[in-house]
Nanobody
Framework: QVQLVESGGGLVQAGDSLRLSCAGS????????VGWFRQAPGKEREFVAA????????HGADSVKGRFTISRDNAKNTVYLQMNSLKPEDTAVYYC????????????WGQGTQVTVSS
């Protein structure tokens, strides 16, 4: 069993930066693939980025490429999402998720953290 807790969200202005954290518990967290997703009001959930336990990264939406970076610190059981040059359209609830087996759907989900970017 893996439990995930996101933190680091908040209200910022366009152009600012935020770093989200996803703290995981459970013996297997460090070997899980962890992803970040976001969901804006009235929109479908969107894949943002993922990182495997060995650090291989995948980025999703073109709109965040070059601005968002995913990383992890297995010693701290934490995965980060560094978000730079934030835009109002980045406003959403951001979720982290984890899975033990590549190629399957994410199994474990956090409760989400709100990011609001004002213009």
């Amino acid at each position: 069993q893996v439990q995930l807790v996101e933190s680091g969200g908040g209200l910022v202005q366009a152009g600012d930066s935020l770093r989200l954290s996803c703290a995981g518990s459970g013996r297997t967290f460090s070997t899980n693939t962890v992803g970040w997703f976001r969901q804006a009001p009235g929109k479908e959930r969107e894949f943002v980025a993922a990182i495997t336990y060995i650090g291989t990264k995948t980025h999703g939406a073109d709109s965040v490429k070059g601005r968002f970076t995913i990383s992890r610190d297995n010693a701290k059981n934490t995965v980060y999402l560094q978000m730079n040059s934030l835009k109002p359209e980045d406003t959403a609830v951001y979720y982290c998720a984890a899975k033990a087996i590549p190629g399957i759907s994410y199994v474990y989900w956090g409760q989400g953290t709100q990011v609001t970017v004002s213009s």
